[in-house]
């Protein structure tokens, strides 16, 4: 656009067909916004042919959100019919700010009940599913937003994760999903219930189809100084680092957390990855997890700390049946409301935690982890229950990206483990989900993971991290 | 000592002299550590003398420090006789690093019972009484800081703040007091009852006698990351600054809260530095105070959510008799404890108080506020109630310093307003402790105040404001 080869508009216009044939194929959309993306699109070529000049980073691209990201106006539920006739009261302020920047939003997407799912599924738009395969899910519960970019009805996307909620559809749907340190993006006008929980954030973060695409989303967000309006967020601007060279870095490669085993998919991916990173020079090395348990353990408990009633109230008062998903997500926390006093424990714990497992990176020096951003390849509809693979980093809030390893799954390479002893019962439910012929053709994706606020540095591990592995010379 | 002509054994041994005469009178000490502080002093001349450099930019320079902050192997009691048996298992992170850059600490400060009195005195080591009259109180929390700075007994002093507990004992003591904004220094290794509360953060900064040596303060201890360790603090630098010039900066005066009237010296140092900024070519404007009431109501409900459960168990435990400050401070909170889901509706209260207030210094225009410390120049012992005239900046999270302005109460300039008309019972309650022979030769402070994060701006606008407010020319 900038070249003038391409106008906002036929750019607009074609994301916008190319997005209603897709919600046809997969239902990822809850709204198109066609006058608007429309109008936008065409005052933003008036203003390049007035100029000359793009009106920013992002002149005439556009963004699909994920549905409870409020836009003015417009119904914001959350995916909860007691919040059908919700009306949101400003755009959210990341709209406003990428908006400045020339962004142009032609969809929103869809979301799970309770926002707990890594599955795409609630009572007011049905289910969205995988675009790689319709009997899987797209993950969740940014799952619109994966099915978005997966499809490429999007140039970018914007999701929200607290447990994987953008890495996971990424990663179902062949998409790059960045989770970024908590308070560097601005999450004001974001519905959520419970609102004003802090012990675990939700961040907000881009999904997209390359790294150059994540890191121009968060330059041209963070350029705007979301701090200037939302106090809450660390003044951080975005930095430019030079591009990361393979001897610079130290990789530890997280097998498996010794909670879950992962399926063969994600072991193939990742021995492939490894002799690949390997070969370009990186130090790779084993990295044995810091008790992934103690990180569930704070988190299960700090998802609900008031026993789920405020999710619970509002799924009766909607009179919405109860998914079997939601239920799940729910029986992760302890059955009783706890106190606010043992909130602080849990916090205290919390940072205990972080300050260990960030002690023992720099002790093993390493500089980032590699590890599966799921069990497998992707889930079956409706049966997605573990993703502590994500949820790990959330308590520890560092920031990862999920990444397409350029693999698929492949029945006759990726054969179920006859060895396999489980090590729990939810590990052998979760194995037995393993069935090849279901994933087959499913796009694998890999996480890597950086340290607290390092979020440039995560981007700029990907961006060769991703370029390595995805290298057409198979090892 | 950089240039030879002092060594660290005789500065330290110097301070630690005053500190022993100086507890004599004020009985700010809980613990003196000579024989320590000797060794290291000893250390950093051998060291001297032998590299002919300096440790660090604190070589040899002597600080107090409160009492809670732990030292490795040493009773941490925090002012509770339930703890007087707790040894701390490490140094507080704060002391290792400051160590590194060649700080010796002497001698540990006294605190009030529960750490929430604007006073100085539990039942373990008594009254702390203030420097410049011992009728009057040196203020608190960090009382004995602000007698051991008031005193000259330590270069430098660390104190801790959730309300004024470092800003009200440097100002009823003659100091300088910084609050900076939350997650900058670092506070592992502090013990307070009710740790993990984190709506409304503690802070630990420094006190000092010049402003000079606030930013020497800030400047050492975040040369050495502390992020790299305390993996919940924000990863800012301490930034260079220019020095500001009056031209540069507009500062809006509050000149009363609209609950609590301000005594007589606090309106004629206020009209004295304004006349004086205003000369120096700084734009000063009056600057209406945006609902503190709102601000009281969040905060007070925030300290004890537990209607001080967990301060209450520990002084049963003890066996010690409560407090009228206690009781006092326990009072402010709601009656029964809150649950989760209120703490969650406080914290969003408290986030849309901040946005706006922030919002508001940007449309007027305001760089910084100046206002008062407290509604006097200090308090007499065990009588100081009212403190939101700074708790107000720690529920809104801006950084601000208390300052002298060099004036000092004066009973013939400082009469009662006979004029005077209560707004409340509690304005009367408190205008009616100002009888000005008590207060007679008292230093008046001031209070400067800045945005969420910009606290090398406000210790770059008290280096300003406090030059001009001090200069010996008068209005």
Partial sequence: MGAGSLTAVETVTAFLKRAHVGHQLVNFATEFMVPEALAAARELDACFKATGKLVGPLHGIPISVKEHVGFKGRICHSGYTAWIDNVAKEDALILRLLRQAGAVFHVRTNEPQSMMHIDCSNCIYGT????????????????????????????????????????????????????????????????????????????????ANSVRDINLFQQALLDKEPWGEETSLVPLPWKKIEALQPHQITIGVIWDDELIHPHPPVLRALEYAVAKLRRSGIKVVDFAPFDHQEGWEIISALYFPDAAKTQRDLLAQGGEPIAFLTEWAFSVARPEPISVAENWELNVRRDAYRDAYHQIMKDRGVDFILCPAYIGAAATLGSGQYFHYTSIWNILDQPCVTFPTGLKVDPKLDIVDEQYKPRSKADKREYDKYIPERFAGAPIALQIVGKHFQDEEIVAATELVSKIVQASIQS
Same sequence: chains 1, 2.
């Fill in 128 to 207: 969205t599913v995988n675009p790689h395969n319709r009997n899987l899910t797209p993950g969740g519960s940014s799952g619109g937003e994966g099915a978005s970019i997966g499809l490429r009805c999007a140039a970018l996307g914007i999701g929200t994760d607290i447990g994987g909620s953008v890495r996971v559809p990424a990663a179902f749907c062949g998409a790059y999903g960045l989770r970024t340190t908590a308070l560097r993006n601005p999450y004001k006008g974001v519905l959520l219930a419970g609102t004003g929980q802090e012990s675990i954030r939700c961040v907000i973060s881009p999904l």
